[in-house]
């Protein structure tokens, strides 16, 4: 059983920081133009997905990566939708 949890933190903290590059260039550059608002949307619906599902199956390591993975995404977001105001 501590394998099985070991690989789903394991592809937890992977999957979630995989964005934490993308996220620091858009905190350093404020530069979102390359980036597709359909697949951050389409990630935005996916991580509230995965959220409520572990919260549905009260699976920590499911909440806590959604959670931590809708932050970055927000972010992202959130900056893509300013700039676009702005142009």
């Known amino acids: 059983m501590v394998i099985i949890s070991l690989i789903g933190y ?5 999957s979630t920081f995989a964005l934490l ?5 858009v905190w350093k550059t404020k530069e979102t133009d390359q980036l597709s608002a359909g697949t951050f949307t389409m990630m935005l619906a ?4 995965w959220l409520l599902y572990g919260i549905l199956r009260e699976d920590i390591i499911i909440m806590m ?3 931590v993975a809708l932050f ?3 972010f992202i977001s959130y ?3 300013m700039n676009n105001k702005t142009s």
């Open 65 to 67: 990566a959604n959670s």
């Open 10 to 14: 394991t592809a937890a903290f992977c």
């Open 46 to 49: 996916g991580a509230i997905l």
């Open 72 to 74: 970055f995404i927000g």
């Open 79 to 81: 900056i893509k939708l």
């Open 21 to 25: 590059p993308q996220v620091i260039k």
